[in-house]
């Protein structure tokens, strides 16, 4: 094996050699100063991200293990932007709080490896590696805080994390019994004998047992009631690169595996799917209405988002998952922006400001800040002219287009009621009626407080939430182009 | 041929406008002036189509569009940028111009609180609402029909009155909700058009070619004509209006009463009747009973009212009901009625509505028991409001007799009894008409409320004459701009040729 074969992984060891080498500087200097880490982690992600863009290999996989075609660079470069985007709101935060150092950034990292891993794998074993790195990782980076809230928060998301890799180990277990395969393809592919109409049974719960893993993970209900704990307990940078990172990734991982199964699987895996997906919808909005905390309600909002992803898993054998990829990538960027502000606006070494009740007069008092978090709900709501929803309308197009039509009407109605959920939100900010006796939120990280790294974080998701949704076309030609081997 | 994108400008000059105001929102006369400015300048762009489209006899061709502008947008969903300019949508825009310049006029004095962000979301709010008036590509005319409601929703929230937030996000849902079912149903649509000629396209006119089997019509035209309904408001989707007209500053209120409420009668022609001739057919009936029995029943909650502001909401309900009749009956004169009432609705209600403003910011209360005897502390506003009332409730020789006439000689040919029972309607509107100002400009001055009101001043003298001049000008002689809506209500008439057939279609 020649040095230049490495070449199409290049994106995974650039990461592992980041990560450890910023361990090391972590470690060698005692009192290194966390700007040098904070630089070098955005170095690493960068060059990273342009070996993703610009360095492709001859071969579909890796020695059949990992996948190096378009598909999983272009959510390589998807999951970098988010790391670099919640790292840029963290900057501050980092400051603020008792974050630990070196291990912070590294482990972002190590998240980030974990994500490509599992949008990458075509091999089970790498999948499963790509999951427990994830969970590994943010165990810790929910911790980062070191205080009660996070240690809570973590412990949950560990034994919830734990329930779930038990889950997908078994599941993988019983797929290799089933068809002999460890390869995503051949193992989902076979699972009907040829010549045979109906498949066996064992791959149908490996499927389901495999479902379940990711479900916990992208939060789908009713495998969701962790998430508004674990996120009200995690600082809130780490929340938005886990509520939109770590979502992506194993949603991903979910699409190559749901595109990949033999039509019999599918004939069996859809109608599990359309109930999960209208379940999830109905319970994140449901639950979301009567939340008094931004935290929890953006967790519930996401597990509702989640639901609309998941809708349009349905209509990904048509489509090759083109909505689903755009929705996420839309997510991504609306939900990032919508933690991000909390993040930026938390003063306190405890905890982030977090009661929505603080947030009266937020809109007046922080107007950048305000106007960030509008546009970021407003997308959530699937408001035009947002990302959000360009997001929902190309699902949505694509499930009608798939004969769901109920599933759609249903996606509808949960769309009417969330809409209350967000306006509560708006009203707060600008139409209370103390907004204007003064904010909850001290004055002093207005506008330019934030950190001029938090800054340059809103502009470019400011621009891209406005930029999906007025003009889509060109990234909507990009994953067009994507495929999945 | 390409020629310099005028719709487009008119239609983008308010969001440029917006991006000023927030450059100089530290300023707030700044920005006063900047968005009279930009309105007074997309008023002239529109003037400036009346003299494009001048021909011999008249504005505008019968049938024919005056002005079409089409780019590429997102290919991969066969959506393009497609404006398109007839009479109707011409007479709506010098509408949405000149209450636009109003709108900033009469917020002077009476915005103080974040001027900057007032005059954004009015200018954004422009945009929405032009954009609504010109588009012909669905997706394009769904984008601008959800933009107008955002800016509304903080122009009610922020600056309105005491119930400010119940009613704006009242509105919100209402408005949203309605459009979002709207959303499912053009999206079938799309599929569905798609499906039958393999060209996947949002264009109206590409889309009125599809042939429906079954119920499938019915469905999409009710989902279609929901949302519409709830914005014109039509009886039983209407309870959103009183309030949002109520807590909405006067400014909201001109907005919502004088254009907002317009898109949606504008959709349901432009739109739904087109798109779906045979379910608009087989409804007819039901928009027709809705629309009188709003007439009948807004009138009769408006005659109760105690809350000037509310009374002249629930009036704008029966209007609109009678404004719905028109069009369901879709015959040329009826249709031509309608739209002409479109007009004079727009513009005696927001006078009407610009003249309790004012009175608001003098008597500080708008209840009918308050007042009292109006007509000797401040004769000039009282005359106004005596004219402006006039023309509301159809006084011969002023501009709502005429578009009331026409409404009612045009279903008359067609469903007698129907018009005779609009007409019967109509005295409601002279009952809650004259009992307004009865408890209002005459009697004794009430104790209670300060007895020195101040007269009008000149700024708003300056708001109130031309809408004076337009309102007699439409009144005494209509024909000029009756014909411009005719030439395009023909053009909407051939599309949609087999509505005038008397018999709804068997469904099965």
Known sequence: MTLLSWKPILFQLMLTGGAVFIFGVGAAAKRSSKNLLFILTIITLIS????????????????????????????????????????????????????????????????????????????????????????????????????????????????????????????????????????????????????????????????????????????????????????????????????????????????????????????????????LAAVTMFAGNIAALTQTRMKRLLAYSAVAQMGYAAMGL?????????????????????????????????????????????????????????????????????????????????????????HYTGLAILGIIAAILSLYIYLKVIVTLYMRPGAESGPAIPVEIRDGGFGTAARWAFAVIAFGVLWLGLFPSFWLTVIARMTVS | MISFPLLTTIVFLPLVGAAGVLALRNRDIGCRYLTIFVMAADLLLVMSLFALNTHQGGIGLPGRWMRIEDFAWITAFGARFTLALDGISLMLILLTAVLGILAVLISWKSVTRHVAAFHFFLLVMQTGVLGVFLSTDLLLFYLFWEAQTIPMLFLIGVWGHDRRIYAAVKFAIFTIGGS?????????????????????????????????????????????????????????????????????????????????????????????????????????????CLGLAGIFYAGWIAFAQKDIKRLIAYSSI????????????????????????????????????????????RLHSRQLSDMGGLWKTAPVWSAFFLFFTLASLG???????????????????????????????????????????????????????????????????????????????????????????????????????????????AFP
């Open chain 2, 318 to 361: 029966a209007h609109m009901g009678l404004i719905i009749v028109g069009v369901a009956v879709w015959n040329l004169m009826s249709l031509s009625g309608s739209l002409l009432q479109m007009l004079n609705h727009g513009l005696t209600t927001s006078a009407l509505f610009i003249l309790i403003g004012m009175l608001d910011e």
């Open chain 2, 180 to 288: 979002l079912l709207m959303l499912t149903a053009l999206l079938s649509l799309y599929i569905l058009h798609g499906r039958q000629s393999g060209h996947y396209t949002f264009a109206l006119f590409d889309l009125m070619q599809t042939t429906f089997h079954g119920p499938v019509e019915l469905l999409l035209f009710a989902a279609f004509t929901l949302a519409f309904a709830i914005k014109v408001p039509l009886l039983s989707l209407h309870s959103w209006l009183p309030d949002a007209h109520t807590e909405a500053p006067t400014a909201g209120s001109v907005i919502l009463a004088g254009i907002l409420l317009k898109t949606g009668a504008y959709a349901l022609l432009r739109f739904a009747f087109p798109l779906f001739p045979d379910a608009a057919r087989f409804f007819t009936p039901w928009l027709i």
């Open chain 1, 314 to 402: 349905m209509a990904a054998k048509s489509d090759g998952g083109l909505s689903v990829i755009f929705y996420l990538s839309a997510y991504a960027l609306m939900d990032l922006g919508a933690f991000g502000v909390i993040a930026t606006c938390s003063a306190s070494a405890d905890a982030d400001t977090d009661a929505l009740d603080q947030f009266q007069g937020f809109g007046y008092s922080h107007p950048w800040q305000g106007a960030m978090l509008t546009i970021c709900l407003l997308s959530l709501a699937g408001l035009p002219p947002t990302a959000g929803f360009m997001g929902k309308f190309f699902i949505f197009r694509d499930v009608l287009k798939a």
């Open chain 1, 48 to 275: 990273a991200a342009l070996m993703a863009l610009f360095i492709h290999g001859e071969s579909p996989t890796f020695s059949g293990m990992l996948d190096t075609g378009s598909y999983a660079r272009c959510f390589d470069v998807l999951f970098a932007v988010t790391a670099l985007l919640s790292l840029l709101f963290s900057h501050r935060h980092a400051g603020l709080q008792s974050v630990a150092g070196d291990e912070f950034y590294g482990l972002v990292i190590c998240a980030v490896l974990g994500m490509s891993l599992i949008a990458g794998a075509v091999h089970w074993l790498i999948f499963f590696l790509g999951f427990e790195l994830l969970s590994l990782a943010f165990y810790v980076l929910i911790a980062a805080c070191q205080n009660d809230s996070g240690y809570e928060a973590a412990l949950k998301y560990m034994v919830m994390g734990m329930v779930s890799s038990g889950f997908l180990l078994f599941g993988i277990a019983m797929l290799y019994s089933a068809t002999g395969s460890l390869q995503l393809a051949a193992s989902l592919g076979a699972s009907v004998p040829s010549g045979q109409s109906a498949g066996s049974p064992a791959a149908l719960l490996a499927l389901a047992l495999i479902l379940t893993a990711a479900g916990f993970k992208v939060s789908l209900a009713p495998f969701h009631l962790w998430t508004p704990d674990v996120y009200q307990g995690a600082p809130a940078p780490v929340t938005a690169f886990l509520t939109t990172g770590s979502k992506a990734a194993v949603f991903a991982g979910l699409l190559r595996i749901l595109l990949l199964t033999s039509g019999w699987l599918w004939a069996h895996c859809t109608p599990v799917l359309w109930m």
């Open chain 2, 395 to 505: 006084l011969p020789g002023l501009n709502n007799f005429v578009g009331e006439i026409l409404i009612l000689v045009g279903v008359f040919s067609v469903r007698p009894w129907t018009a005779v029972i609009g007409f019967c309607g109509l005295l409601w509107t002279v009952a809650y008409s004259l009992h307004m100002l009865h408890e209002s400009l005459w009697g004794e001055p009430r104790a209670q409320r300060p007895q020195d009101i101040p007269d009008l001043t000149l700024r708003e003298l300056a708001v109130l004459t031309p809408l004076c001049a337009a309102v007699i000008w439409l009144g005494l002689h209509p024909g000029p701009v009756l014909d411009i809506l005719q030439n395009a209500a023909s053009g909407l008439m051939t599309h949609g040729a087999s509505l005038a057939a008397l018999t709804p279609p």
